[in-house]
């Protein structure tokens, strides 16, 4: 039994891993050098202050990456234009099930009298049985009508039940924005151009089944999401123009793909046991990369850890080899990489 217990922890701590997230410079779309002197153009039907919104992000990137000269007199490229939105928003409501904890229904049983035939109750019930009481006392009773009786004694039968349903206010809202993007430059000739679309579809009310005793669901005010939206739109288009981050998550390799010895294993196992690479953890994986050069596997941690510390290039010299599923996907990052 111990021998199964220890088996089944090494397989265990053999199947863990570490996650490692990083954050990589990306290549805009359009790499000349003329996009980095750009006029903003007004927009065509801009109604919702999209122009704006793109100065405003590319504003950030610069505050992020120094890229953008905005609107010079002596500018290289324009940014031009067209914009198409709608808007929607309407109320309604729905009918949701109230859940309960105890019994929705109850059976009130009234103790009466039969005088000359005619029946007079008490205004007070003598108990109140649920579903299941009730239908044990019917198996023992006489029933006419709403009456029943048991034991000897008349009572009336009232089933008074809660509400199934409850009615709740709920909102929905759509907004669609459509935008039609080209940059010139001096000659007017087109280097970019690019449609895009963003969209919301709300429903407050969408994954709501069960009253909850909450009346009305609201959604934040048209305007609000509005502004939410266009600043998003801007923000992909502003990346299209300009470098931009992206984050990627990836998994450190812990088993080593060659023979290491028992003091490089614990060496290699020290490096991967940071949640941040160090110049230690560097230097470590370094000096293993140089010892066994034919290893994935340490190549794959050093050039993660070489990407967490933003050396793209000096990282893809070292990953380019490999072709496993991991290497791959950590390439498709630092071949597109802003270096």
């Known amino acids: 039994m111990r021998a199964v ?3 089944i922890a090494v397989l265990f701590l053999g199947c863990s891993s570490k996650t490692v997230e990083v954050e990589i410079l990306q290549k805009p779309k359009i790499l ?11 927009l065509k039907n801009d109604k919702i202050g999209l122009k704006e919104a793109i100065v405003e992000k590319m504003i950030e990137k610069n505050q992020e990456i120094p890229y953008f000269v905005i609107n010079p007199k002596d500018w290289e ?3 031009t234009g067209s914009v198409k939105h709608s808007l929607s928003e309407k109320t309604y409501f729905k009918r949701v099930k109230i859940r309960y904890e105890k019994p929705r229904c109850l059976y009130k049983l009234y103790p009466c009298k039969v005088i000359n035939g005619a029946y007079f109750c008490k205004n007070t019930p003598a108990t109140s049985l649920t579903q299941s009481a009730y239908d044990k006392i019917k198996k023992q009773a006489y029933k006419n009508s709403n009456y ?7 009572f009336k039968v009232v089933k008074n039940c809660k509400p199934l349903y409850k009615t709740v206010k709920c909102k929905k809202q759509h907004i669609s924005i459509n935008a039609d993007i080209k940059v ?3 000659n007017s000739k087109t280097i970019f151009q690019n449609i895009y679309s963003q969209n919301l579809n709300e429903d407050s009310c969408k994954n709501v089944k ?3 005793g909450i009346k ?7 305007k609000t999401q509005l502004e939410i939206q266009k600043n998003v739109l801007a923000e992909k288009i502003v990346n299209d123009l300009a470098p931009h981050y992206v984050k990627a998550e990836f998994e450190l390799k812990d088993e080593p793909d060659v023979k290491l010895s028992s003091e490089d294993k614990e060496l290699f196992e020290k490096a991967i046991d940071e949640d941040t690479p160090t110049y230690e953890s560097v230097a470590i994986l370094s000096r293993l990369f140089n010892k066994y050069p034919n290893s994935c596997t340490i190549r794959y941690d050093l050039a993660l850890f070489l990407t967490k510390q933003k050396k793209y290039q000096e990282a893809l010299n070292i990953i380019r080899i490999c072709n ?11 071949y597109n990489s802003f270096k």
């Open 216 to 222: 009305e669901y609201t959604l934040p005010s048209l």
């Open 77 to 79: 490229s324009k940014l």
């Open 184 to 186: 010139l430059n001096r």
């Open 324 to 334: 496993d599923k991991d290497s791959n996907k950590l390439k498709s990052y630092l």
């Open 32 to 42: 000349t050098k003329e996009v980095r002197k750009i006029k903003i153009d007004n």
């Open 148 to 154: 029943i009786l048991y034991k000897n004694s008349v």
């Open 5 to 7: 217990l220890i088996v």
């Open 210 to 212: 069960y009253y909850e």
